[in-house]
């Protein structure tokens, strides 16, 4: 798998994931400290090569999810 279907695959877990905690974009964002317009590239997969991996760390402890379940297919 290249890194932009990666990205988009990671993308579509994050914000699957922050729909089922309720979590709108910012709340993560501003939760991880992340700018808002980076939460938005990470979750629509236009992130310029990989998200790095203590962001998407962030991001699982926020959501109470594994890394795994962010970065395969569910």
Do not use: H
Not at 17 to 22: A, E, I, Q
């Amino acid at each position: 798998m290249n890194s932009e279907l990666d990205n988009r695959l990671i993308g579509i877990n994050i914000a699957y994931y922050r729909k089922l905690k309720k979590y709108t974009q910012m709340e993560l964002a501003q939760e991880t400290n992340i700018s808002l317009s980076y939460m938005a590239k990470i979750e629509s997969g236009l992130v310029t090569g990989c998200v790095s991996l203590p962001v998407l760390y962030r991001i699982s402890k926020i959501l109470e999810v594994s890394l795994d379940k962010l970065v395969n297919k569910n």
